[in-house]
């Protein structure tokens, strides 16, 4: 089983050990950021399940620790996020790798056209199964965004974290240094916040999701990958405090909370220069978001109006068939006949006589 993000992988490893506690099977998880070596030792005793992230299963295959001759199943988790430009050259020397009679297994929420055609590429003849309908998201999110000045962002989030009374939140940002600095603003207000993206070491990623899971920490601000296919019991709240460039990337974000039939709540703090990214969100889910204003932090650079047109589209009318195209008797075809112009006069033609 091949995940994007190290987290993932632990938390793979977690359900497999929870869902096979009865069954004879053996299992490892193994990613990159900790020593090689303890899991060289784990493989060498053979495995069942083996939960890898791409670059630490390559490293481990170059050193003779891991051999797939008799590999039966690959299995890719948020294979979207496997098959863009940042894992597609992993996965294809993996693949090449693999026992050509094998079964192939992708999961995600969410498979962009571009995606789907790259997926076909690596299997054969696939079926897909849709639990929900493409690119939707749950009904048990309440969703809604803020109009805010994106300088005001900061703040306004505070506000709602002390007024609403919000508990638990993950917040999600476009960088890696704006999760720092954020974390830094609301430390500074004295809210308990932690940051989690690919800058920081594994130590450090482990410990904080844990401390997030455990209540320690009140907010957890991270990155789109960093967060990606995390499962955090009874999430009540998410908060988008960039909108990402990825419309697909707003499903999973959002799909962090409102899980298990549980309600679950999605604010977005939206500025006016994110209006195209927010026109993408609304067009994939077909929602317009309802807007509401935060007395004190409205905006001086109004969010335009929503471009959402959910109105039946016309059928495009049938093409004209095309005209034969003629040819001459020597076989070589022509394009369009010229149509010989045959010259009258108005007046009669007089004929001379022959003397």
């Known amino acids: 089983m091949l995940t994007p993000t190290r987290e993932l992988a632990a938390q793979v490893g977690e359900n497999i050990s929870t869902y096979g506690r009865y069954l004879v099977l053996r299992s490892t998880v193994v990613y990159g950021g900790v020593k090689i070596n303890p899991q060289m030792m784990a493989l ?47 996965i294809r020397k993996i ?3 693999l026992p050509k009679q094998r079964q192939n297994l992708m999961f995600s929420a969410t498979f962009s056209d571009e995606v789907r ?154 500025s006016a220069d994110e209006f195209d990214d927010l026109s993408k969100i609304e067009s994939l889910i077909k929602h317009e978001l309802k807007r509401e204003y935060v007395g004190g932090y409205e905006p001086v650079h109004e969010l335009p109006q929503s471009r959402l047109d959910l109105r039946p589209k016309k059928p495009k009318k049938p093409k004209k068939p095309k005209k034969p195209k003629i040819e001459h008797k020597d076989g070589q075809r022509v394009g369009k006949q010229k149509q010989e112009k045959v010259i009258t006069s108005k007046k009669p033609i007089k004929r001379r006589r022959r003397t």
């Open 117 to 270: 055609t790259l997926a076909k590429t690596i299997v054969n003849n696939p079926v897909e199964i849709s639990v929900t309908p493409r690119n939707t998201t749950a009904k048990t999110v309440k969703q809604w965004l803020c109009p805010v000045d994106k300088k005001r962002k900061p703040d306004l989030l505070t506000h709602l974290i002390k007024t609403e009374q919000w508990g638990q939140v993950l917040v999600f940002t476009k960088t890696k240094q704006g999760a720092d600095r954020l974390t830094r603003h609301l430390s500074n207000k004295g809210i308990k916040t932690a940051a989690i993206h690919g800058n920081k070491s594994q130590a450090v990623r482990t410990n904080t999701l844990a401390d997030f899971k455990a209540g320690t920490i009140q907010i957890l601000v991270a990155t789109d990958i960093a967060a990606r296919g995390l499962d955090i019991d009874q999430l009540p709240q998410v908060v988008n405090f960039d909108l990402p460039h990825v419309a697909q990337d707003y499903i999973h974000r959002i799909g962090r909370t409102g899980r298990a039939g549980l309600s679950g709540e999605a604010v977005s703090l939206v």
């Open 44 to 90: 060498r005793r053979g495995v069942d399940l083996l939960v890898a992230t791409p670059g630490r299963l390559l490293d481990l295959y170059n050193q003779n620790a891991v051999k797939f001759k008799q590999l039966e199943v690959l299995v890719l988790d948020e294979a979207d996020r496997m098959l863009d430009l940042g894992f597609i050259d992993d």
């Open 95 to 97: 693949i090449s790798l």
